[in-house]
């Protein structure tokens, strides 16, 4: 299995910028593209933003787009997702997944092409 664990959540102000981490373990020595999601509480699963294994291929959700950016290190087993101009409305619990791939420009956009996930990480913006 490939293990994730996710960090940099916390509490900040609107309009203040987070960073997470998220560092993947076990068996990494494949090709593995990359996501974020977010829940809410009472509201489904939502898709952040996703990275390729080679890191050059990107995509975000219209919510974030050009707020949120997302890369991941030379070594490809940490995904970062720089969340700047954050709203009340970005408060929710984010998870790193991880994907199995042959390709090192593909990603999954949606919560089903993910296999592997983390534990989650707590983030919540004040107004």
């Known amino acids: 299995q490939i293990h994730l664990v996710e960090s940099g959540g916390g509490l900040v102000q609107a309009g203040d910028s987070l960073r997470l981490s998220c560092t993947a373990s076990g068996r990494t020595e494949n090709k593995f593209a990359m996501g974020w999601f977010r829940q809410a509480p009472g509201k489904e699963r939502e898709f952040v933003s996703t990275?390729?294994?080679?890191?050059?291929?990107?995509y975000y959700a219209d919510s974030v787009r050009g707020r949120f950016s997302v890369s991941r290190d030379s070594a490809k087993t940490t995904a970062y997702l720089q969340m700047n101009s954050l709203k009340p409305e970005d408060t929710a619990v984010y998870y790193c997944s991880a994907a199995r791939t042959m390709s090192s420009r593909w990603y999954g956009k949606t919560a089903d092409d993910y296999v592997y996930w983390g534990q989650g990480t707590q983030v919540t913006v004040s107004s």
């Open positions: 990275i390729s294994w080679s890191g050059g291929n990107t």
